[in-house]
C-alpha cells in the first residue's frame, strides 16, 4: 500500500489532454513539493516535473503539474504514442521523513 | 554528463545480505547525495536511502534496521547493503542523484539491476 495514491490506470486518444491524480496527506503534498517521474517499459525512470510544476530542461511543455490542497495532477496535452509510460508521484513525507511515492499510474495511448 | 551504473550480484540467498555499488562517472561525487531506490517486478518504486560524500545517511524507516549505505569518494562510488534478504527484497535497484538546491529531485538514475532472493 502506497503513501501516495495514484489511480492504477489512465487512457486516451493522440492529440487529447489527460490528467493523472495524487492523493496523499497533510504530512506529504499538503505540505511539501511534489514530484513526477515518467518510466518508458524497460527503462529506469526520469524526472518529469519538480517542484510541483517545473520542468527539466528537455521535457516538453505539453507536460504540466498542479497541486491543491493534498492533491496534485500531472497534466499531458496533445498526448503522443511515445508518452506510453508509467508515470509516479512522489513527495517528502513529514512523519515517515522519507521519501515516498505513489503506485504509480499506466497510460496507454488508444 | 554525469553517469551512473549499478554492479552486484544478481542472486541472494535468504537471509545473507545484498551488497550493490554504484560507480559515478563523469561529475564528482562530492556534490549531491546519492540514493538507492528499488523496485520489485511488477510494482512501485521504494525509496531505501541517500548518503552525502561526507558520510551522513538518512534511511527509509521501514528499512532502516538492515540497511546501510556507505561512500568511497577515492573511486568515485557508494554502496549499499541490505541485511537478512527474504524474497520481498527481490527487485530491480536503481542508484540516483538527489540534486539540490536546483531540483531538489532524483534527477540522474543508473539502469538498475535485478537482484533476486532465492536458494
Known amino acids: 500500500q502506497s503513501v501516495l495514491t495514484q489511480p492504477p490506470s489512465a487512457s486516451g486518444t493522440p492529440g487529447q489532454r489527460v490528467t493523472i491524480s495524487c492523493s496523499g496527506s497533510?504530512?506529504?503534498?499538503?505540505?511539501?513539493?511534489i514530484y513526477w517521474y515518467q518510466q518508458l517499459p524497460g527503462t529506469a525512470p526520469k524526472l518529469l516535473i519538480y517542484?510541483?510544476?517545473q520542468r527539466p530542461s528537455g521535457v516538453p511543455d505539453r507536460f504540466s503539474g498542479s497541486e491543491s490542497g493534498t492533491s496534485a495532477s500531472l497534466a499531458i496535452s496533445g498526448l503522443r504514442s511515445e508518452d506510453e509510460a508509467d508515470y509516479y508521484c512522489s513527495a517528502w513525507d513529514d512523519g515517515l521523513s522519507g521519501w515516498v511515492f505513489g503506485g504509480g499510474t499506466k497510460l496507454t495511448v488508444l | 554528463q554525469v553517469q551512473l551504473q549499478e554492479s552486484g550480484p544478481g542472486l541472494v540467498k535468504p537471509s545473507e545480505t545484498l551488497s550493490l555499488t554504484c560507480i559515478v562517472s563523469?561529475?564528482?561525487?562530492?556534490?549531491?547525495?546519492w540514493s538507492w531506490i528499488r523496485q520489485p517486478p511488477g510494482k512501485g518504486l521504494e525509496w531505501i536511502g541517500y548518503i552525502y560524500y561526507s558520510g551522513s545517511a538518512n534511511y527509509n524507516p521501514s528499512l532502516k534496521s538492515r540497511v546501510s549505505i556507505s561512500v568511497d569518494t577515492s573511486k568515485n562510488q557508494f554502496s549499499l547493503r541490505l541485511s537478512s534478504v527474504t524474497g520481498a527484497d527481490t527487485a530491480v535497484y536503481y542508484c540516483?542523484?538527489?540534486?539540490?538546491?536546483?531540483?531538489?529531485?532524483?534527477?540522474?538514475w543508473g539502469q538498475g539491476t535485478m537482484v533476486t532472493v532465492s536458494s
Open positions: 497533510s504530512s506529504n503534498i499538503g505540505n511539501n513539493y
Open positions: 540516483a542523484r538527489y540534486e539540490a538546491p536546483r531540483h531538489d529531485a532524483f534527477d540522474i
Open positions: 563523469g561529475g564528482s561525487i562530492y556534490t549531491n547525495y
Open positions: 517542484k510541483t510544476n
